[in-house]
C-alpha cells in the first residue's frame, strides 16, 4: 500500500481512508502513549471507525484522563471526520463481572463500569461495549436482574453514552451467549434508548449459530429481529473463529482463515442494514496493526462482489489455505475436549448402574 503523500505538510498515514463507503469499518486501535493516540492509529489503518480501552483493561484502578488529553483527543476527531458519538465504541476492562452474586465484587464491577462511562462523557463519546458478565455459581435469572439493576443505575448516573452488550461465546457461566439473555435483561432496562447490542461474529458462532453461510446468517438475523429487534443493534465485532461451530471457546481469528472462513463477511460488506454503525475487527494482529488495514481494504473490496464472483472464491479459498493448519490444530483439541466429555458422562452412567445394583442389594 502506497505511502500517502506528506507534501502539503499533513501527517501521512499508512492506508488511505475510504470515505466513499456508507459502511464504517474499523478495528480496534492502541492508546498507549495517550489516549488521543488512538485517533492516529485508527487513521493509520484507514478505519471509518475505532475500538479503544480507555483504561487498562486488566488493573482495577488507573489514573483519570487529564483534561487536556481529553479536549485533544475530541480535537483530533474533529480534524479527522470522526464523530465521538457514532464512530467510536470502547472496549471495557474484561473483569467487570455487573452479575456477580458477590455483594462486594458486584459494587467493585460497578464503580469500575461506571468509571468507563464518565470517561465516555469527558471524550464525548456515545457508545460504550461491555460484556455482559457470569452468573458464577449463582442463580441465572437473578444474573440477568443483577445485571439490568446496575444499567439502571449507571444510566441514572451519566447523561447519553448507550451502554452496548456484546453477545458471548458461551463458556463457563457466562451470560448472553443466547440472545434470550440479551433480551431479558433489555427488557428490564428503563430507559430503553440508552442500551443497545453488539453481535461479534466469532461469539455467536461458538455459541453455537451458525453464521458461516448466507443461509446460517439469513436465519442468525432473522432471529436476531425477532428476539431482540434491529433497533437495538448497535455495532458488530468482527471475527473470523479459530475453533469449530458450538465450541463455546473463544478465539478470534484473522478473517477467511478460520471456521467462518469468508463467506460471512462478504454478506456483512453487503448488508445494508449495517451501515452507518462501528464494524470493528478485533483480529489477531501480534502488535502489528497493519493487519488491520490491509483486512479493512478486504472489507472495502467486499463490498458490491456475489457470492459466486470468481475473485471472491478465489480469494475465499487462499485465505481458508493459510489458516488450514491451525483449523486442523483446534479441530483435533475440540475432538480430545468432546471425547473427554463423553468418556465422564460414561462414567457417570456406569456410577448410576453401580449405584442402582447397590441399592437393589441393600433391598
Ligand atoms: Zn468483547
Ligand atoms: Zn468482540
Given at each position: 500500500m502506497a505511502k500517502k503523500s506528506a507534501a502539503n505538510g499533513a501527517k501521512a498515514f499508512k492506508y488511505e481512508r475510504n470515505r466513499e463507503t456508507p459502511f464504517?469499518?474499523?478495528?480496534?486501535?492502541?492508546?498507549?502513549?495517550?489516549?488521543?493516540?488512538?485517533?492516529?492509529?485508527?487513521m493509520d489503518i484507514g478505519a471509518n471507525s475505532f475500538a479503544l480501552f480507555l483504561k487498562s483493561p486488566r488493573k482495577w484502578v488507573s489514573p483519570d484522563i487529564k483534561d487536556e488529553e481529553a479536549e485533544k483527543f475530541k480535537s483530533l476527531c474533529q480534524t479527522y471526520g470522526y464523530n465521538t458519538r457514532t464512530d467510536i465504541l470502547p472496549h471495557g476492562s474484561y473483569f467487570i463481572n455487573l452479575a456477580n452474586p458477590d455483594k462486594e465484587k458486584e459494587e467493585k464491577a460497578f464503580g469500575s463500569f461506571l468509571d468507563d462511562l464518565k470517561r465516555c462523557e469527558k471524550l464525548d463519546i456515545g457508545l460504550y461495549n461491555f460484556h455482559p458478565g457470569s452468573r458464577l455459581d449463582g442463580d441465572h435469572d437473578e444474573a440477568l436482574a443483577r445485571l439490568a439493576k446496575n444499567i439502571n443505575r449507571a444510566i441514572k448516573e451519566t447523561k447519553f453514552v448507550k451502554i452496548v452488550i456484546e453477545n458471548m461465546a458461551g463458556h463457563g457461566n457466562l451470560i448472553g451467549s443466547d440472545l434470550q439473555d440479551i433480551k431479558k435483561v433489555i427488557d428490564m432496562v428503563e430507559d430503553k434508548s440508552r442500551v443497545g447490542v453488539c453481535i461479534d461474529t466469532c461469539h455467536s458462532f461458538a455459541a453455537?449459530?451458525?453464521?458461516?453461510?448466507?443461509?446460517?446468517?439469513?436465519?442468525?438475523?432473522?432471529?436476531?429481529?425477532?428476539?431482540?429487534?434491529w433497533n437495538y443493534l448497535s455495532a458488530i465485532h468482527l471475527n473470523d473463529s479459530k475453533a469449530p461451530l458450538g465450541d463455546n471457546r473463544d478465539l478470534h481469528q484473522?478473517?477467511?482463515?478460520?471456521?467462518?472462513?469468508?463467506?460471512?463477511?462478504?454478506?456483512?460488506?453487503?448488508?445494508?442494514?449495517?451501515?452507518?454503525?462501528?464494524?470493528?475487527l478485533e483480529t489477531p494482529v501480534q502488535g502489528d496493526d497493519s493487519v488491520y488495514g490491509e483486512e479493512i481494504k478486504l472489507l472495502e473490496w467486499l463490498q458490491g462482489r456475489s457470492l459466486d464472483d470468481p475473485l471472491f472464491l478465489a480469494k475465499k479459498d487462499e485465505l481458508a489455505k493459510l489458516g488450514e493448519k491451525e483449523?486442523?490444530?483446534?479441530?483435533?483439541?475440540?475432538?480430545?475436549?468432546?471425547?473427554?466429555k463423553s468418556k465422564v458422562s460414561k462414567k457417570r452412567q456406569a456410577g448410576n448402574i453401580l449405584e442402582a445394583t447397590i441399592i437393589k442389594k441393600i433391598k
Open positions: 464504517k469499518f474499523g478495528a480496534h486501535v492502541g492508546m498507549s502513549g495517550g489516549i488521543s493516540n488512538a485517533v492516529l492509529n485508527a453455537g449459530y451458525d453464521v458461516s453461510t448466507e443461509e446460517g446468517f439469513t436465519k442468525f438475523w432473522k432471529l436476531f429481529e425477532e428476539t431482540i429487534g484473522k478473517l477467511g482463515y478460520g471456521f467462518l472462513g469468508l463467506e460471512p463477511f462478504l454478506i456483512i460488506a453487503n448488508n445494508k442494514k449495517l451501515q452507518n454503525i462501528p464494524v470493528v483449523r486442523a490444530e483446534q479441530s483435533k483439541k475440540s475432538q480430545a475436549k468432546a471425547s473427554k
